[in-house]
């Protein structure tokens, strides 16, 4: 599970952490459900070992608003 953890964080560095909120928003829309799903599973881990607990807030705080907004709460 670490070479994993290791691979994603090393995506996340590169890919996510780069991106500003418009782009990290824009792409969480066009992301196919199941690997929202996926990506919140891996925030879990991350917020747990203390990591990126920044970018998880991003990511979780505006999936919450568009759900909620959308009324799938």
């Known amino acids: ?5 290791a691979v994603v964080q090393h995506v ?3 890919d996510i952490l780069m991106c ?9 829309l ?3 459900f199941p690997y929202v799903i ?3 599973e891996l ?3 991350f917020v747990a070992y203390g990591y990126e607990i920044e970018l998880a807030q ?4 505006f999936l919450l608003r568009y759900l909620s ?3 799938h709460f």
Do not use: A, K
């Open 1 to 5: 599970m670490s070479q994993v953890i």
């Open 12 to 14: 996340f560095n590169i």
């Open 20 to 28: 500003f909120n418009s782009e990290l928003e824009e792409s969480l």
């Open 30 to 32: 066009v992301l196919p």
């Open 38 to 40: 996926q990506l919140l």
């Open 43 to 45: 925030m879990r881990y």
């Open 58 to 61: 991003r990511c979780l705080g």
């Open 69 to 71: 907004q959308h009324g």
